[in-house]
C-alpha cells in the first residue's frame, strides 16, 4: 500500500518561513516524479512545484519564495517555504507517479498518489 505522509505545517506570521515534508512508504520517489499542490475551501487545487529527475518547476505564484528538495535515502521530499504571505494559506499536498512538466496547472489528474495534505496558515 503506498502512503504519503506530509507533516511541517503550521501557522506562521507573514514572512516567515516553513519547511514542509513528505515521506512516502510503498513507492520509491527516486525515479518517479513528484509534485507539491495546494487548496484553499471553495477554490480550485493549485500545483506549485514539480521535480522529475534533473527539471523542477515552480508555479509563478511562488517562484523565488518556495524550493523543492529530495533525499532519496530517506525516501522523503520536501518544500522549503520563506517570506509566506496570507495568501499562502492553504492546505498543501504532495503527490508522486505523475508527470513533471513547466505547465502545472495541467498536472494534478496525472499524479496516482497522494497524501492527506498538512495545513499552513499565514497570518498578517
Known amino acids: 500500500e503506498v502512503q504519503l505522509q506530509a507533516s511541517g505545517g503550521g501557522s506562521v506570521q507573514s514572512g516567515g518561513s516553513l519547511r514542509l515534508s513528505c515521506a512516502a512508504s510503498?513507492?520509491?520517489?527516486?525515479?518517479?516524479?513528484i509534485a507539491w499542490f495546494r487548496q484553499v475551501p471553495d477554490k480550485a487545487r493549485e500545483g506549485i512545484a514539480c521535480?522529475?529527475?534533473?527539471?523542477?518547476y515552480y508555479a509563478d505564484s511562488v517562484k523565488g519564495g518556495f524550493t523543492v528538495s529530495r533525499d532519496n535515502a530517506k525516501n522523503t521530499v520536501y518544500l522549503q517555504m520563506t517570506n509566506l504571505t496570507p495568501e499562502d494559506t492553504a492546505r498543501y499536498y504532495c503527490?508522486?507517479?505523475?508527470?513533471?512538466?513547466?505547465?502545472?496547472?495541467?498536472?494534478?489528474?496525472?499524479?496516482?498518489?497522494w497524501g492527506r495534505g498538512t495545513q499552513v496558515t499565514v497570518s498578517s
Open positions: 503527490a508522486t507517479d505523475g508527470i513533471c512538466l513547466p505547465r502545472l496547472s495541467i498536472i494534478g489528474p496525472q499524479y496516482n498518489h
Open positions: 510503498g513507492v520509491t520517489f527516486a525515479g518517479n516524479a
Open positions: 521535480m522529475n529527475f534533473g527539471d523542477v
